[in-house]
């Protein structure tokens, strides 16, 4: 398996996260890299930095203004009184607030979901790469079978237009963007992040030429809470063309492997030219946040499933936090899909 990575992944470092009121140290941590990557090396498997494709690929699914925040929100900051060693807020637009500020301060609620996704000084250059290493990934699945893109901090829960759940830019949604662009033909997407894709159906959610699927925990009392439905399936050119299999907290390897199967199926009868896999691993039994109860055998049942569907494969790492099982399911479903 290829493997494609950054050590500028490390450069974003949230500290706190909010978490019911109360600062807590933030889940998703820099040495979510150094764990992945020592998986994936330990793994046998064949490590490389992307190539730098410059902003197009991003600009492909995110709006401009929102890239251009991202980009400059850091270097912008003397102008926001306060503001130490990270930017964030407590306001954010709502559905009938939709007027663009000009001061920087009210950019950066209208382009954040919530409290988990600082801006601190090496965040743009973290997010950057690791889009990098999305589009490498998907180049590289369309020109040798699949590959691995260790992609962190994660995306899916980023829109085209902000920020959410730990994520900034949709890795997964480029790498689809990316995948379709160069094959001509429709994609699709298979989320099995314990939590739902939300931003990644967002930007896809009326488009007739990507396919996404997502398994996840119920979401109506679990993040993201407002999307994850099963009863969102796409709109306009998009009907029909999005499909959500939600699980009951405390589902394990059975209930979530049916789905997975349910969602290929959906997947196979699109025919699509290529498949990303938002591969989050806190569906783990032992995540510190995560819900269902997924075990290593899962994993590598996933994998099975999904190399059987026969498609040029970008695998896009998403969440999964630290825990002694986080390396090892990595290795688990890299090895199966080689297999
Ligand atoms: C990419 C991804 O998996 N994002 C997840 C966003 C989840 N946001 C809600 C997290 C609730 C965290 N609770 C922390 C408990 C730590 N013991
Ligand atoms: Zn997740």
């Known amino acids: 398996m290829r493997v494609f990575h950054t050590a500028d992944s490390a450069r974003h470092d949230p500290e706190r996260y909010l978490r019911r009121g109360t600062p807590i140290p933030h889940p998703e941590q820099a040495s979510r890299y150094a764990i992945l990557h020592a998986a994936a090396r330990d793994g046998g498997h064949a490590l490389a930095e992307p190539a730098d494709h410059g902003l197009d690929p991003i600009r492909a699914v995110h709006d401009p203004g929102y890239v251009a925040f991202l980009a400059e929100a850091w270097d912008r900051r003397a102008e ?3 503001i130490a060693d990270e930017i964030l807020t407590g306001s954010f637009a709502r559905p009938q607030m939709h007027r663009t500020p000009t001061g920087l301060l009210g950019r950066v609620g209208l382009y954040t979901a919530d409290t988990s996704t600082p801006i601190r000084a090496g ?3 973290a997010v950057y790469g690791t ?4 589009v490498a990934a998907a180049d590289a699945a369309l ?3 699949h590959a691995y893109a260790l992609c962190r901090p994660p995306g899916h829960h980023a829109y085209a237009d902000s920020t959410g759940g730990f994520c900034f830019l949709n890795n997964s949604a480029i790498a689809a963007e990316r995948m379709r662009a160069a094959s001509g ?3 699709a997407i298979l989320d099995i992040d314990v939590h739902h894709g939300n931003g990644t159906q967002g930007i896809f959610y009326t488009r007739g030429d990507v396919l996404t699927v997502s398994v996840h925990a119920d979401p109506s009392d679990y993040f993201p809470f407002y999307a994850g439905y099963a009863d969102e399936i796409g709109a306009g050119a998009g009907a029909g063309l999005n499909r959500n299999l939600p699980l009951p907290p405390g589902s394990g390897d059975a209930p979530w492997l049916a789905a997975v199967e349910a969602g290929l199926a959906t997947i196979a009868a699109f025919k ?3 498949l990303v896999v938002a591969l989050g691993l806190d569906a783990a039994a032992d995540d510190p946040i995560g819900v269902l ?3 290593r055998a899962g994993f590598a049942g996933a994998a099975q499933r999904i ?4 498609l040029p494969t970008a695998i896009v790492q998403e969440g999964g936090y630290l825990c002694s099982a986080l390396p090892e399911n990595l290795t688990a479903f890299l090895a199966a899909f080689d297999a």
């Open 80 to 82: 926001i009184p306060g």
């Open 123 to 125: 965040t743009w250059a």
């Open 131 to 134: 889009a990098q290493c999305a």
């Open 143 to 145: 020109e040798t079978g």
């Open 185 to 187: 033909g429709p994609v």
């Open 272 to 274: 699509p030219r290529g």
């Open 293 to 295: 109860t997924v075990t």
């Open 307 to 310: 190399a059987r569907a026969g």
